[in-house]
């Protein structure tokens, strides 16, 4: 038996055993935002302590930016404290700052790869749990509270321990219509959303190795969603030619070195495992949520759970989602009304998601009543969707084209949910509240969904709306 | 005995029922536009005990017979979702030393850890007997013993577990980690120049 992917870049970067047994482990890369660093430096000031490795943190703003316009000062008070705070932060210590104009702003989960920081082989970390997306490119990448984000500032390193790793197979091809949101959906459905509490999910077959970086991206992103605190692919070819050329990527004296110490950093074909699941491609539909914790789905043909046969420990869970949702046990999904339409969030705003989405609704228009947005995932995305001229497809549409950053995914910024909105959102969670309004209901789905649901003004199924032929793989 | 040692925390409890309670409903994302984690506290649970029009909604830790309340017990996978630690932080500042829960979600378990707030798992038959302790006998104290891995309720006693490196980190004051990675700055140099990808351009 050989080491798996986690191991390997575990070993690697271990800097020794802590008198509590915990590893002292080295963070390749460090990525913060201005929600959870400005404590972690007050904390820092106040022991006087220096950040101990500038160069291998980056910053930007994501979560509290307004999306219609970048006009300072922004017009929340406390939003604007939270820009100058970092912006004075990352001066005072020498890190690399990407403010609300800079090109390279975005979501940072967005960022980190584009600009090719992201890397194989990595430790990665940020204040952020929805960090695991970076694991899609075969580094250890996960969230981290804001003492951690101190002590990387400090030190380089946070203490931990080690993970189990479920490798989680999907093999086969997905059909038409079906995308990566709804493999990533499926997989917590069937394992739970705290199945993978003490796991690193290892996600691998032939599905998986089908998918673009991108589509990778999103799957690993939800990891944190299953409980998994760590989602990672094994680098292949796909990955090495997403990152060749981009700006932080190995230059050409280094790229060659690179590839090979990245191909060596991937699970052996003989690695050992705390588990295995293997799941069918064929399984997996259009998956829409119906409750309140991103475990509760059901795919696009199906109805709302009616409870019977359900397991005595979910029937509360079940029923405290249904009185929240208000949604009647047992009815076709297909059908609920919707008031929002969001498609955004970096789970889902990259130039792929939005290229789905503008060629299916060319032509069509945005139901009455529904308001829908398209929040890209950063400058870069937002750009490319211009020069495509997806834009100019969106607003025929009837879409909102936004600036980039988080917006209505959770709604520290001024999109937010208005009292009991049911809003389709490609984004990652369906928790009570996340989109701003405590009664505010949220059906998480794949921006194709979210699209078909903006253009129905209900919960349609894709396939149907855009004519996506089910056998025209 | 280091003042940073924690063998043992008390108080009354208050039971929150509910499996998967998240990071969002612990303090949601509204409350987190701030530079520091002060007054944190007044927000635990927000969108939970209150109504839109600021009336209460008879949330148990505003019930005037858990008034107090230091330990908090509640259902499975306590703590999911984002990694904010302003969701332990907000809790500690509220008042609870302690959580009693079913299963914990591994990032809130781990900032817990690190702000020296023991979180106790307990099967499912404890988390239901102390419910229903706290219920019947609001003033019951109740105990973890973080060296015997013991709560204890009144005249009861349950068994919990915690991760040995927890409940280590916690006995010997070492729960905060940052002076002992301080310490070794060598060895982090070390282990850095041995990764290939530090010195690449």
């Known amino acids: 038996m050989s080491k798996n992917l986690f191991q390997k870049v575990w070993d690697a970067h271990t800097v020794g055993t802590l008198d509590d047994g915990r590893t002292q482990l080295f963070i390749g890369l460090h990525l913060i935002h201005e929600v959870t660093s400005p404590q972690a430096f007050a904390m820092l000031r106040e022991k006087r302590i220096q950040v101990a490795y500038p160069d291998r943190t980056f910053a930007t703003v994501d979560h509290i930016v307004p999306t219609d316009t970048r006009q300072r000062p922004f017009s929340d008070p406390l939003a604007e404290a939270m820009m100058v705070a970092l912006k004075d932060n990352t001066e005072a210590s020498g890190v690399a700052f990407f403010d609300e104009k800079d090109a390279n702003q975005g979501i940072v989960h967005v960022i980190g790869p584009e600009l090719g920081l992201t890397q194989p082989g990595m430790t990665i970390c940020c204040g952020d749990s929805h960090t695991s997306t970076h694991g899609a490119f075969g580094a250890i990448a996960f969230g981290i509270g804001t003492s951690q984000v101190r002590d990387v500032l400090a030190t380089q390193t946070l203490a931990l321990s080690p993970l189990k790793v479920r490798r989680v197979e999907v093999n086969g091809e997905l059909g038409s219509g079906v995308y990566a949101k709804d493999v990533i959906l499926h997989i917590i459905r069937v394992l739970g959303v705290n199945g993978g509490v003490g796991f690193a999910y290892e996600f691998a077959g032939t599905t998986i190795e089908a998918m673009s970086m991108e589509e990778r991206m999103t799957v690993c992103n939800m990891s944190i969603e299953g409980g998994a605190r760590v989602g990672y692919i094994n680098p292949d070819d796909v990955t090495f030619e997403y990152l060749r050329g981009r700006e932080h990527a190995p230059k050409a004296g280094d790229w060659d070195a690179a590839c090979d110490w990245w191909r060596s950093m991937a699970s052996g074909p003989d690695a050992d495992y705390d588990d295995v699941v293997v799941i069918d491609a064929a399984d997996i539909a259009p998956t829409v949520t119906w409750g309140i914790n991103p475990g509760q789905g059901v795919g696009i043909d199906e109805a709302i759970p009616d409870g019977n046969g359900m397991p005595e420990s979910e029937r509360g869970t079940w029923q405290e989602a249904i009185e929240h949702m208000n949604l009647t046990p047992g009815a076709p999904i297909q059908g609920t009304p919707v008031d929002v339409c969001f498609i955004g969030s970096c789970t889902n705003s990259r130039i792929s998601d939005l290229r789905d989405v503008a060629e299916h609704v060319k032509g069509r228009r945005v139901s009455e009543g529904v308001k829908a947005l398209i929040v890209p995932g950063s400058w870069k995305v937002a750009k490319q969707a211009e020069e495509e001229g997806l834009v100019e497809v969106f607003e025929a549409a009837g879409f909102e084209w936004r600036q980039p950053g988080c917006s209505m995914c959770l709604a520290m910024n001024p999109d937010k949910l208005v009292g009991d909105q049911l809003c389709a959102s490609s984004s990652n969670r369906n928790f009570k509240g996340r989109q701003g309004s405590a009664r505010g209901r949220t059906m998480l789905m794949s921006p194709v969904m979210v699209a078909a649901a903006a253009i129905r003004g209900s919960v349609a199924d894709a396939r149907e709306v855009f004519g996506i032929r089910s056998d025209a793989v | ?201």
């Open chain 2, 1 to 201: 005995m280091s003042e940073l040692e924690i063998h043992n925390v008390t108080g009354t409890g208050v039971y929150v029922a509910g499996d998967d309670i998240d990071t969002d409903r612990i303090i949601p994302a509204h409350f987190m536009k701030c530079v520091t984690f002060d007054g944190l506290g007044q927000y635990a649970f927000y969108g939970e005990r209150y109504n839109e029009d600021g009336y209460t909604k008879n949330h148990p830790i505003d019930d005037p017979r858990f008034a107090g309340a230091s330990m908090l017990i509640s259902g499975r996978n306590f703590g999911c979702g984002s990694s904010r630690e302003h969701a332990p932080q907000a809790l500690y500042r509220h008042g609870f030393r302690g959580i009693i829960a079913q299963s914990f979600a591994e990032i809130f378990f781990g900032n817990c850890t690190t702000l020296g707030i023991p979180c106790a798992t307990v099967t499912a038959e404890t988390m239901s007997e102390l419910a229903q302790l706290v219920e019947a006998e609001p003033a019951t104290s109740i105990s973890i013993d973080v060296d015997a891995l013991k709560i204890r309720a009144g005249e009861r006693a349950f068994d919990f577990e915690m991760a040995k490196s927890a409940q280590q980190a916690l006995v010997s004051g070492r729960w905060d980690p940052l002076q002992e990675l301080l310490s070794r700055a060598d060895r982090v140099g070390a282990a850095a120049a041995s990764l290939p990808y530090v010195g690449w351009n």
